[in-house]
Structure formats: C-alpha cells, structure tokens
C-alpha cells in the first residue's frame, strides 16, 4: 500500500514573508494530506532564520533582481523535480509555471497551476502554462473568468476558495456596546497597493462624518503610500479622525478588529485589468470578528463579500457610494449586526481544512488520470 502522494511546490511567496499567497499556500501544506516539498526564496533579511531551515522547504538566493530571483527558482525546482520525481508538481505561482512545464513535457510529471488574479496581466504566459497544465486552480469566480478570457482550458480551472483562521476569542455580546462608541471602520492592508481604495476612503470620510459625527477610520498596515495618504487626510480635514496604526501582530490587529462596526476596503481595478482582489481574505478574517464589509463591486471581493448577506458592494471608484454604504451601517446597528452574522457563518464555511481537502482531492485525481496514460 502506497503512502501519502509527493507534492514538489515551488513558489516565489512563502513565510516568512508576509502576504495572502503566502498564507494560503502554509496553511496548504500544513492541512493537506499529501507530503510537500517547497522550493522557495530565502527571506531576505531572514535568511539563515529558522524559517529558513525548515524540514520540507528548499530555500534558494534571493538576489537584489527579481527576474534573476524568479529564474534561479525555476532553474532548482526542475533540478529537484528530476532528482525526486514527486507525483505532481503544484506551481504556487505563474512565474513558476516554466519549471512545471518542463516537468510535464520531458518527466510526463503532472502539473497543477495555482493562479490568483493580478499575475494574470502576464497574459502570455499564462496562457501558456494553463493550457498546458493538467489542472488550474482559481481562487474566485473572477479568477476563473479572467483565466478563461485568457484561452485557459475552461475544462481544466477549479475554483477552490481559500479558508480562513478562526480568531482565539471571538466577539462576545457583551462588548457590542463598546465597539458602537465611537464607531470605527476598520481597513486592513498593506500601504503598497493603490488599487485597495485608500484614496477612495479618504474621499468618502467627510461624507461620512456628516452622517456620523464621532466615527473613526483606523487604518491596519504599513508600506510605502503612508506619507501620501496621511498627507491626503490633512487635505481633506479629516486627519483628527483617522489613526495609521503601522504593521500590528496578529493579536494586536485582532484587537482592533474585535473594536470595530465596519470593515470597508474599496478594492478597483486599474486601467489594463490590473489590480482588483483575487479574493481578498481580509474580509474573511473581517467576517470572522462578526464584522460586515464594504467591498468593491469587481473582481475577487464578490466572492468574499456577499452584497446583502455579509456585507454591501458598490462601485469602488464612486466615493460618495461609499460613504453612503459605510454611513448607512454605522447608522443601522440591527442591519449590521445581521449583515455581520452572516459574515461570520460564511467564513466558518471556508476553512483551511476544507480547502485542503478540495486540493488533495483534485491532486488525486490528476495523479489517477496521468498514470492511465503513458510515461515518456
């Protein structure tokens, strides 16, 4: 009897570095049933950590050029897949696709390609390495539509939801009083993207301060855009009621969710396709605090934000929709607290385990279907 199916990862987004990739990818290897292997950069500035030295995870250089990064990545991972010969290789990103293909191509290994949503402006290739993969994972709806504009295989994308962590100590009745004074919306973010609707926010504060006096903004995140937007809030008077807390520990950041009555991040597209949410699992975690959303009506946030029953969508580039959204569920507690349960019920429906398990189900199905075929 055959032990667990070997899975060979390679990804250029891994802990310990930060992001939703990262993320779901970890806690795929941690719940899945198969055994990974993960081919990855170094940490930057953690390398050598003990991160970095983790059974199952091949760390490769990291190098001050991305592109020499990305290749060095490719040029190890068919180096393992050639000396371990796993059973699939699962490629955590488009830019690991060429390693995949060649593993396919020249081993008769199965491929399974993961795509999010923004790598997809790579239109070439990845149309390339989709058609040409066994299997293609979308994490949306929307990623799954974009992926077939592109020429993917429709027959060949499964969309797998990503999960979400439940937090130690969720809401409790008793603090649903505290969170309503003063009422605070909440963003959580990294300050890099321009496409989450920071500028749309800052926009739509004074419209809402209109409607609700004593509201806060708090703003969960650090990165490069922060001068500009706290410059932005002076400009619009609005500084004195907006708080940029920088980057928080978990514990912290869940802190402030658990003080808040609305989570809003107004998520666009930019012009040529790019940016939008592939699904934005913030506003799962968001969800899992008892929190209702204010999302972009595009992209991945549709999957994660159901209008009307875990939250409200609008048009993210319309400010005053926005502001209308927010104020309207600051001013409607039974409407939130609803709005809210609902966001809760739907991110204890996607767990990590559950995604998991559609994975692992989806890797042995591509294994059975490629050992009925022969092998070069």
Known sequence: MRGPLRVLLPTPDYPPTAGGIQLLLQRLVRDSKCTFEVITPHSGKMAGSAHDALDGVTRTPRLPDHRATVALLNAAAIGRISATRP????????????????AKRFLSIPVIQYVYGSELARSSLARRVMSAASASIAISS???ERSVALGAPAARLHVIPPGVDQPASPRGRDQDAA???PPI???VARLSDRYKGFDVMIRALP??????PAMRWVVVGEGPLRGELEAMTVSYGVADCVTFTGALCDRDRDEWLERASVFAMPSRELPGGQGGEGFG???LEA????????AGNVGGSTDAVIDGATGVTVDPTDHVAVADAIADLLLEPARSELLGAG?????ARLSWAHMARAVDELIERVVAEAALKPRR
């Open 87 to 102: 059973d699939v290789v699962l490629s955590g990103h488009i830019v690991t696709g060429p390693a995949a293909l060649v």
């Open 281 to 283: 699992l913030v506003y």
């Open 343 to 347: 966001a809760r019920e739907h991110a």
């Open 287 to 294: 969800g899992t605090h008892g929190l209702p959303s204010v």
């Open 142 to 144: 929307s990623t799954r």
């Open 185 to 187: 919306v909440i963003t």
């Open 207 to 212: 419209l809402v301060r209109a409607r609700v």
């Open 179 to 181: 969170r309503h004074s």
